[in-house]
């Protein structure tokens, strides 16, 4: 079986040439599963409900988020009533939404959990406890974790954490393709950072000259979507979907 994974989509145009190329990716690498980070995907950061559903109607399975989860309050709805748009599992009990949530493929289910470093980010439940946890109740081989955590270090560290027992750990949050790639024990498929899917000649999909004078003068600057072109940051992992181990890692960079 294969999974997309597509790494945090920046915008409108993110979600432009996701519209364009999408199809053709899936077609290309025999995709069973499309799992994407939304939580950036709204013009001016976050996930609304119209960017939410610009990505399932183009072929998402599955939306993971992060930090920006709640950065837009009409999206609040949607993370109630929606099961395959997911915010971090280790939030606190009583916020709205869920961590984790199943694919059914008939003759399997795929488990999608969503996690969130606390190095440099908010001081929420330690994402490895929480993963503990929620590796305890799930129900299937065949799990996928989406890990939007800001330092590789944290993220490395949890790749191994979770060798063996998890199909994939894919990080997300950075923005950068990472080129260590690797299926950990035989069964983990493994990155530091999935990348971005937005404007390529950017700073994290920002316009690069704002970013530039932000450095240079230190002077409040409001950010803005960079309007360069777009390009696609994923991988395909591929596994065995009786046993949840990962065969296969590939990463994909798509103009």
Known sequence: MNLLFIGDVVGSSGCDILEKKLFEIKREHSIDITVINGENSAQGNGITPQSYHRLINMGADVITTGNHCFRRKETEELFDTEENLLRPANYPDGVVGRGVTYIDMG????????????????????PFSCADRLLEAVDTKNIIVDFHAEASSEKKAMGFY????????????????????????????????????GPERSVLGVDKDIVINKFLYHTPVRFSESEEAAFINAVVVSFDEKSGKATNIKRIIKR
Request: with cysteine; charged share 15%; net charge negative.
């Open 162 to 197: 979770l060798e063996g027992r998890a199909t994939a750990v894919l990080g997300t949050h950075t923005h950068v393709q990472t080129a260590d790639e690797t299926i950990l024990g035989s069964h983990t498929a493994y990155i530091t950072d999935v990348g971005m899917t």
């Open 107 to 126: 003759a399997c289910r795929v488990a999608v959990i969503n996690l969130i470093g606390t190095m440099y980010l908010d001081a929420l439940e330690n």
